[in-house]
Nanobody
């Protein structure tokens, strides 16, 4: 069973940047799509972005397009979430998740990491 370990996060002022990391316990780049989600206090968890290993373009929620990027590093089985021009509404717990190719749902989740953006 693949496991995901997250790191990064923290507190920044609006306009700042943060990078989150998601390391898979084994090779996933040929069999999984990796997604990023977030959950703000009192709100439903929402999709942020996802990437299938090796694809040129990731998919992003409209709310983060142009500000967030999802690069990947096959050698270390790591997917990143690079966040720039952060807004207070980006505050929440961020999760990475893995969806096996051909599956409908993300079934493997990281432990979550807090991102707080002060206005």
């Amino acid at each position: 069973q693949v496991q995901l370990a997250q790191s990064g996060g923290g507190s920044v002022e609006a306009g700042g940047s943060l990078t989150l990391s998601c390391v898979a316990s084994e090779r996933t780049y040929d069999s999984f799509t990796i997604g990023w989600f977030r959950q703000a206090p009192g709100k439903e968890r929402e999709f942020v972005g996802s990437i299938r290993w090796g694809e040129r373009h990731a998919q992003y929620a409209d709310s983060v397009k142009g500000r967030f990027v999802i690069p990947e590093d096959k050698r270390s089985n790591t997917v990143y979430l690079q966040m720039t021009n952060l807004l207070p509404e980006d505050t929440g717990v961020y999760y990475c998740a893995a969806r096996r190719l051909g599956a409908d749902e993300f079934t493997i989740w990281g432990q979550g990491t807090q991102v707080t953006v002060a206005s």
